[in-house]
């Protein structure tokens, strides 16, 4: 087990991350965001905050994934 850094300098990047993988998908599908957030029916300005970077709920981050068919470990990267 590793401890945590000093700092949370770290987690923005892995949320940046995560974002940029459910952008990228998205955008791979030829989806809007639009259409991404009414089928996983949240927010449209949750899956906005999401892809750039913001905090996130796990549970928001499985019904995205479910609507993207991806595994919640794809967008863990």
């Known amino acids: 087990m590793r401890d945590l850094p000093d700092d949370d300098e ?3 990047d892995r949320l940046r991350a995560i974002g940029d ?3 990228a998908e998205r955008r791979r599908q030829g989806l809007t965001q639009d259409q991404v ?3 996983a029916r949240v927010d449209r300005r949750t899956v906005q905050n999401i892809e ?7 549970g928001t981050l499985l019904r995205i994934a479910w609507v ?10």
């Open 37 to 39: 957030w009414q089928a």
């Open 68 to 77: 993207l068919e991806m595994s919640p470990a794809d967008l863990w990267g």
């Open 52 to 58: 750039a970077g913001h905090e996130m709920k796990v």
């Open 10 to 12: 770290w987690t923005p």
């Open 21 to 23: 993988r459910v952008r």
